[in-house]
């Protein structure tokens, strides 16, 4: 296995048992979603060759920037299953925000709106070219919805930001939604 693939492994693995299913490591996250690094380099060591500097090079060259190390502790940033509190603070969202989906999707999105579905929140991208990203991973045509985030806020939603960027809502009312923000 290349280095890049084994990294690219590891750091789905690292995504898999930090934000959905610790116990499949062996591991406990607090309420907000830490685990010692030590235990997770345990975890890690014992299923692939890496080392702790590699485990480190991981989550400092993660390009989507899942994971924060502090004192020896480490969690996914954000897009848990599990139940934890990262105990964000709302702040006031821009103008709009955006989310890349499938255009499949846009049928039940315009009767039920945007919903967390088994994640704690509905995730959304600053800019287009973001959300464009995020809606290419999907297959076949995709959908980039336009978020009325001043509005939401200025209506009593809250948003949040995790520590890569990413924005966070509860759900998105359909009212909020316009549906050719970049579709191509």
């Known amino acids: ?96 925000l955006y989310h890349g989906t499938s255009s499949a999707n846009w049928h039940s999105i315009e009767r039920e709106g945007l919903k967390k579905m088994q994640r704690h929140h509905v995730h959304l991208s600053a800019d287009v070219e973001t959300a464009k990203i995020v809606a290419t991973r999907r297959k076949g045509e995709y959908l980039i919805l336009r978020v009325d985030a001043a509005r939401m806020f200025s209506e009593g939603h809250s948003f949040f930001v995790s520590d890569n960027g990413v924005w966070l809502a509860e759900s998105v009312p359909v009212q909020y939604l316009s549906p050719d923000a970049g579709t191509p």
Do not use: C
């Not at 930090?18 to 975890?43: M, Q, Y």
């Open 1 to 96: 296995m290349t280095q890049a693939k084994l990294e690219t492994e590891v750091s789905k693995y690292m995504s898999y048992v930090l934000r959905h299913a610790p116990e499949a490591a062996g591991l406990t996250l607090d309420a907000e979603g830490w685990v010692s690094f030590d235990e997770l380099e345990k975890a890690l060591t014992s299923k692939y060759d890496v080392s702790r500097a590699d485990i480190i090079e991981i989550v400092e060259n993660n390009p989507k920037n899942r994971f924060t190390i502090v004192d020896n502790r480490i969690r996914a940033n954000q897009g848990h299953s599990v139940d934890v509190d990262l105990a964000l603070t709302p702040v006031e969202p821009p103008a709009a």
